[in-house]
């Protein structure tokens, strides 16, 4: 990430996520409403100093801007609910973000120079697209592989059981279900 136009609070912020960025689902509704009105303010205060700028640097800073602040708002979501679609969605929004700034960065090229930034951009916004897809699979084989695992290994609990009877029975039957979230 280049700090070229960059705010050491917009840094700080951005640090300060990524520590998060390990512990999801661990926000509660007030500081998450708090932290996505400061990153609002933030962001609309990195484009308010593209201002300064003219041409495509303008564009530039503003994609870059734009793009931080969508980042920071998916990652901030991820951090308050944890579940994987705000993870996947917060990927999603990092390489379409990279992707926007390649392509803007590419309008300062021209003939050949330009085609081939811009195909080197499309090039690493499919990668990224294709892996996060990919990832997406193999996360719900896994899950679906989980499942089947657990309900086999309840088959057999719930068998045992059955050579119990009476409370005693209810009481494995009732270990079994919860051991094995059935």
Request: glycine residues 4%; hydrophobic residues 35%.
């Given at each position: 990430m280049t700090t070229r136009n960059t705010s050491p609070r917009l840094l700080l912020a951005v640090i300060l996520a990524g520590m998060a960025g390990a512990a999801s689902a661990n926000l509660t509704?007030?500081?998450?409403?708090a932290a996505k009105d400061e990153v609002k303010a933030m962001f609309k205060t990195e484009r308010d100093g593209c201002d300064?700028?003219?041409?495509?640097?303008?564009?530039?800073?503003?994609?870059?801007?734009k793009g931080q602040e969508k980042v920071a708002l998916a990652h901030l979501e991820y951090q308050y609910t944890g579940t994987t679609k705000d993870r996947n969605d917060y990927l999603e929004a990092r390489y379409e973000a990279k992707y926007k700034l390649a392509k803007e960065m590419c309008d300062d090229k021209s003939g050949n120079g330009k085609d081939v930034c811009m195909a080197d951009a499309?090039?690493?916004?499919d990668k990224a697209k294709a892996d996060l897809k990919a990832n997406k699979a193999i996360a719900e084989a896994q899950n679906d592989q989980m499942e089947a695992k657990l309900k086999a290994d309840y088959k057999a609990a719930n068998e045992r059981c059955d050579s119990l009877s009476g409370d005693a029975k209810d009481s494995c039957q009732a270990s079994a279900k919860a051991r094995y979230f059935q």
């Amino acid at each position: 990430m280049t700090t070229r136009n960059t705010s050491p609070r917009l840094l700080l912020a951005v640090i300060l996520a990524g520590m998060a960025g390990a512990a999801s689902a661990n926000l509660t509704k007030p500081v998450y409403s708090a932290a996505k009105d400061e990153v609002k303010a933030m962001f609309k205060t990195e484009r308010d100093g593209c201002d300064k700028l003219s041409g495509n640097a303008k564009d530039v800073c503003v994609e870059r801007a734009k793009g931080q602040e969508k980042v920071a708002l998916a990652h901030l979501e991820y951090q308050y609910t944890g579940t994987t679609k705000d993870r996947n969605d917060y990927l999603e929004a990092r390489y379409e973000a990279k992707y926007k700034l390649a392509k803007e960065m590419c309008d300062d090229k021209s003939g050949n120079g330009k085609d081939v930034c811009m195909a080197d951009a499309k090039a690493a916004h499919d990668k990224a697209k294709a892996d996060l897809k990919a990832n997406k699979a193999i996360a719900e084989a896994q899950n679906d592989q989980m499942e089947a695992k657990l309900k086999a290994d309840y088959k057999a609990a719930n068998e045992r059981c059955d050579s119990l009877s009476g409370d005693a029975k209810d009481s494995c039957q009732a270990s079994a279900k919860a051991r094995y979230f059935q």
